[in-house]
Each structure stands twice: as C-alpha cells, then as structure tokens.
C-alpha cells in the first residue's frame, strides 16, 4: 500500500479506477478521488451483483443468480493491489482490479476469481502456464464507421502509415500499463490489425489482457477511431480471433515441461496430455473460448479459423496448433479463441480441460500434420468432431460435459449459460425480423 501512495503522489494521480471484467469481459468500474484510495482499498467498495451479468449493452440478464433472485444486491469488492497500474492514456488516472466477496465469500461467476482457481488447481499438480493472448481487432472511423484502408494489405509495410500516430501512442502507453508490446501490424481484413504482447505466468497473463483491450479501445477513441473486438463484424470478411499460446512449466516457472526430443511428437507425456484434454474438451470450451453467436460465425471451411476438434504440429487449419522448436521454446496454440471472447474465462476453459487430460493420462489421437489440411475430410482422423456451429448446439456441449462445468462450478455455469440463452433469444428475434446482421453491430461492435 504505501508503495501505491508513493506512486500516486509522484505521478500526480487524481483518480483510482476500480475495476472489474464481466462475463461478456466488458469492464465496469467506479473511479474513486485519490484521496479516498487507501479507504476504499482496505474497505472495499460496493459492487452491484449484476454488473457480473450485464449484456454487451448494459441490460441485466434474468435468471444468472446476481439479479433478481438476490434482489440487485451488491459484493463487497476489493482490489487486488498486485494489479495497480497507472493509465497513460487517461488524464491523471490510475486503476485496480476487483474481486467481489458476497455473505463472507469470493464470488464464484467473477472471471478472475474462476481463472485464479483454476491456476490453482494447475499448481497443486506441480506446473503453471505461461501465456498470452493474440487479439486481432478492426479499427473503424468513429463518424462512417468504415475502415481507414479499402484494400486487404496482410501485414503490408504501406497500410502501416495509415495508424502510425495510433501505433505510436499503443506503442509508446500500453507498455507503460504494463502490457509489453511486441509485435503490431495490419491483419487480412479491411481495418484489421494485430498487437501482441510478452507472455506472462499466472493469472497477469489474463489481466494484462484485459488492459490490452481496453487501452486499445481507450487510445482508438482519442484517434476519432472505434476498435472493436467483435469477432465478425462482416461475415464476408475474415474474422478477428484471440489464440490463446501457452506452454506447462513447473510450479515455480523455472523448468519447461512441455518439450521431450526422444518423443515422436516432440511432446513430454504431460505435453500430450494436455493437448488430448484440450483436443477432447473442444466442443464444450469452444463457447468459452467464442462465446457469442456472432463469434460462432468463425468456424467456416477455410476460413483461417478451426472448423473440428483437431491438433497438428505447426498447422493452422487445426483448432490446437503445436510448436515444439526447443524445450523453453515449445508452445499451444489454441486457436478456437475468437477476439470477443473473455480472457480470464478462455484461460480457466483452456486450464480445466488440459487438467482432465492429464489426470486421466489421456491418450493423444492422431494429429494433422504441416501437409495435411484440416478442412478437408481425407486427413481428418476418424471420429472427429465439429466444432459448435450455434449458440444452442455450443450450450448443449458445454452442458453434456461434466468434466468441464463441475471444474468452472455450478454458480459461474448458471451465470454463463444464462447469459448465452439471453444471446439465444435476442439473436431469434432479430432472425425473425430479418434484421440479425443489424442486431449483431449494434449489440456488438462498439462494446466488445
């Protein structure tokens, strides 16, 4: 605490935010006058429930077990002063993240609070996750909400110049937040592009995303953009993912444990565990992992997204890519994540399914290799399953399997699911109308 106040006196903060990410991962806050941080830190601060089961447009969604059923009432909710960092971008501000406490007990639908658990349950057999997030976004302009650039420039040097005063400031504040920038550039689509950032251990690897996103959305606003998460927002144009790489080291992040050279695959037996997990568990934590309809959208035959249940070493037409270059170089890549999705809660999916392959010493079936190709049905192996194609269909994986939702827990699967067949319904109705596309930018594009 008193490294904080330090801080905050030196750097002539004037606002604290504090912050939470709900299960959509759209942030909600109270900014607190500085003079009254060291208060509310120790006291926490009231938190309304609900804020957890929001829709992207702020409409309180029935049945989550936050809203009506405990009549709107609030957590208590406290920072974790781990998570304190200043905002360049924002005018003397700083921000903490929460996690609510309700009748003496952290609240278990809070993503962090879900992720933390699940890292802990990864700690007892001895490992942890190094990991980061790879967001692809679109910027658009705030007034013609049009892209700035008419032509598909992937990784252009040319289409750069159009965003240097935006990559400059992403370049130059995000860092300062802690989120350490290492690669930036425009993607396949028309105003799309992806950053980067440095891999961390535990659950910084989550909110370091989450400052990403954002800042990201917070430094395009001050440029006359809007960049959007949403995962499609033209279904005739690429979509935006979020791979989710990480690797297995020991408990205390100091030994790799997911390289073995003497294996034909490259992977220690754990390595190929965890990949039979996620292999194994694809269809259900594949609503975790895209958690909109809109983002469902993604799993298309050559679409440069996953369209089954498959892995490969190095190929990225299979849902979990492996890269084994060298034992502190070895990574996963799973690339069921699309752009919207919540990053604490795509690390507890992804943790929770590659325990299950380890503690039940699951077999590794048979890969795609860098010549096969996984959209097409001769090299995918026999009895592979699609990903979800529909909200309902991913709502019945995720519910069918027992390994997943007993591992997240009974609350936070209530909360979720609510929320998606809240999605369910909005999205019917907007079919009925003939207006889903329509529906899908409004609710969408400028809130994820």
């Not at 009254?36 to 929001?54: D, I, Q």
């Not at 917070?218 to 690797?247: N, T």
Request: aromatic fraction near 10%; charge should be negative; include cysteine.
């Amino acid at each position: 605490m008193e490294k904080i106040l330090k801080s905050l006196k030196e750097n002539g903060i004037k606002t604290v935010r504090f912050e939470q990410s709900n299960i959509y991962g759209v942030p909600h806050c109270r900014s607190i006058p500085v003079k009254h941080f060291e208060k509310m830190a120790t006291n926490g601060v009231n938190m309304c429930l609900a804020f957890l089961a929001f829709d992207p447009r702020g409409v309180p969604i029935k049945n989550t077990g936050y809203g009506e059923e405990i009549h709107y009432a609030d957590c208590k909710a406290f920072p974790d002063l781990e998570t304190f960092q200043i905002l360049p971008w924002c005018t003397d501000t700083a921000r903490v993240l929460l996690e609510g406490e309700y009748n003496g007990q952290k609240v278990p639908g809070y993503p962090r609070v879900v992720a933390k658990r699940q890292l802990e349950r990864l700690k007892e057999l001895d490992l942890s996750l190094w990991s980061a997030h790879e967001f692809e976004f679109y910027l658009v302009n705030k007034e013609t909400m049009k892209p700035m650039d008419s032509d598909t420039f992937c990784l252009s040097t040319v289409c750069l110049s159009m965003y240097d005063a935006f990559f400059q400031q992403v370049i130059t504040d995000l860092p300062k937040a802690g989120v350490d920038i290492e690669c930036f550039g425009c993607e396949a689509g028309e105003g799309q592009l992806e950053i980067t950032f440095h891999p961390e251990f535990g659950i910084k690897a989550a909110d370091t995303a989450h400052t990403f996103k954002l800042g990201i959305k917070e430094i395009a606003l001050k440029h006359g953009y809007i960049a959007s998460f949403m995962s499609k927002p033209w279904l005739d144009k690429f979509g935006s993912s979020a791979h989710y790489c990480h690797s297995l080291w020991d408990a205390d992040g100091k030994i790799p444990k997911l390289y073995d050279a003497s294996s034909p695959t490259s992977l220690s037996d754990i390595g190929q565990y965890w990949v039979a997990g996620l292999v194994a568990h694809a269809r259900a934590i594949a609503i975790f992992m895209a958690p909109t309809p809109n983002c469902l959208k993604r799993f298309q035959v050559n679409s440069a997204a996953p369209w089954n249940a498959t892995w490969g070493p190095d190929n990225r037409t299979c849902a979990i890519r492996v890269k084994t270059d060298g034992e502190r170089s070895a990574y996963i890549e799973n690339r069921i994540g699309a752009s919207a999705c919540n990053p604490y809660i795509s690390m507890a999916a992804t943790i929770a399914a590659g325990i299950d392959g380890i503690i039940k010493k699951l077999p590794l079936p048979e890969g795609i290799d860098g010549e096969g190709d996984a959209y097409q049905d001769k090299y995918v192996p026999e009895g592979t399953k699609r990903l979800p194609a529909t909200m309902e269909e991913a709502v019945e994986a995720l519910l069918e399997d027992e390994v997943i939702t007993e591992a997240l827990g009974p609350e936070f699967i209530k909360c979720f699911v609510a929320a998606k067949r809240h999605d369910i319904q909005l999205e019917k109705d907007a079919i009925a109308k003939g207006k889903c596309e329509e529906w899908e930018k409004k609710y969408l594009f400028s809130s994820m």
